[in-house]
């Protein structure tokens, strides 16, 4: 198993980055990553693999601390999760963005040329710059693992994009905070409880209230939604 997670790391470490669109994601929407991967075949290398398709980035999210540490640092070991608990999750100004990410396996596509790998690579790179109507990168990696390649360079464009996205959300005042509850959580639950209409809508909102570490605050509002729908 460590074997298989050193070719995991090596496969990010040695992925190439031959376009990075000069484009950023949307602060406010969704964006269609168009991608192309150039991967060699260790076991053919006149073979080269070209994976084409699109990635969906969904706008990203503000959440609370407490839902961070639920669905992401759960997976860290005792002194990460110490750090987070004993730091991060105090600082009343830590807010954190999420950004969803979606395959869009309708449009992948894969299909085997021969040729060299830099030239093909470069050569994606100029058709992707000269389109100027699709968000487009271009990335050479290996083909047993082109997945980790692309999630790599996904991973530069969101981390180009957050500054960017940071202060267009912080302009807008939805970093504000509210008795420790950011103004855009805060907005998200008030219209979670205003189209709460059926019980399975019911349950998922008490969910997320208990995920975001909420519950309390909107305790009272939340059962009265709840005996609303039930009756």
């Known amino acids: 198993m460590n074997d298989r997670l050193d070719e995991i790391w090596y496969a990010a470490k040695t992925t190439q980055i031959v376009y990075m669109p000069p484009k950023l994601l949307e ?51 005792e002194d990460a999760q110490r750090y987070f608990d004993e730091v991060l999750a105090k600082d009343t100004a830590a807010r954190f963005l999420q950004y969803g990410l979606k395959f869009s396996k309708q449009e992948y596509h894969t299909h085997q040329v021969t040729g060299d790998l830099r030239e093909i690579a470069e050569q994606a790179a100029k058709d992707a710059q000269d389109n ?26 969101v981390q180009r994009s957050l500054p960017y996205h ?13 008795d420790g509850v950011p103004a855009a959580v805060r907005m998200e639950i008030e219209d979670d409880l205003q189209n709460c209409t059926t019980l399975e809508s019911a349950r998922n909102l ?20 709840y005996r609303r729908v039930k009756s």
């Open 132 to 157: 100027l109507h699709e968000l487009r990168g271009v990335v050479i990696g290996t083909n047993d693992t082109w997945e980790v390649s692309l999630l790599y360079f996904i991973t530069q464009l």
């Open 166 to 178: 940071a202060r267009d959300i912080a302009q807008r005042g939805l970093l504000d905070l509210q």
């Open 206 to 225: 008490g969910a997320k209230l208990r995920d975001y570490g909420l519950f309390e605050q909107f305790e009272d509002r939340f059962y009265e939604v």
């Open 27 to 77: 602060t406010f929407g969704e964006t269609l990553v168009h991608y192309l991967v150039v991967a060699e075949d260790p076991d053919s290398p006149a073979q080269i693999h070209l994976h084409d398709g699109v990635v969906t980035a969904e706008r990203p999210r503000i959440i609370t601390p407490q839902y961070y540490r639920q669905r992401v640092v759960e997976n860290f070991g």
